[in-house]
Nanobody, 128 residues
Framework: QVQLVESGGGLVQAGGSLRLSCAAS????????MGWFRQAPGKEREFVAA????????GQADSVKGRFTISRDNAKSTLYLQMNSLKPEDTAVYYC?????????????????????WGQGTQVTVSS
């Protein structure tokens, strides 16, 4: 089992940047595929970005491509999301999630139901 704690959210003006972090407990962080999801008020939770166990393969939603970068530091058991050129429509609660998968290599999932563990979320608010 892994526990996930997000941090780094806050209020930022449009065009600004934030870096979210997700600290994971346990010593098996590198066995999990990791992902970021977000949920805006009145909307369903949606995929943002994901990264393979080694960090060698990543994927992003079309809405954030070229602006958001997902990365991980397995030695520190930490997942990151660098968010640049933020827009008001990026306002949401951001969640990190861990997929306890036996798939290795370049595998990652964009599907919410593939993820087994979730953090409590961190609020990101982008003002216009």
């Amino acid at each position: 089992q892994v526990q996930l704690v997000e941090s780094g959210g806050g209020l930022v003006q449009a065009g600004g940047s934030l870096r979210l972090s997700c600290a994971a407990s346990g010593r098996t962080f590198n066995s999990y595929v990791m992902g970021w999801f977000r949920q805006a008020p009145g909307k369903e939770r949606e995929f943002v970005a994901a990264i393979s166990q080694s960090g060698g393969n990543t994927g992003q939603a079309d809405s954030v491509k070229g602006r958001f970068t997902i990365s991980r530091d397995n030695a520190k058991s930490t997942l990151y999301l660098q968010m640049n050129s933020l827009k008001p429509e990026d306002t949401a609660v951001y969640y990190c999630a861990a997929d306890r998968t036996f798939n290795g290599g370049s595998y990652y999932s964009v599907r919410e139901y593939d993820y087994d563990y979730w953090g409590q979320g961190t609020q990101v608010t982008v003002s216009s």
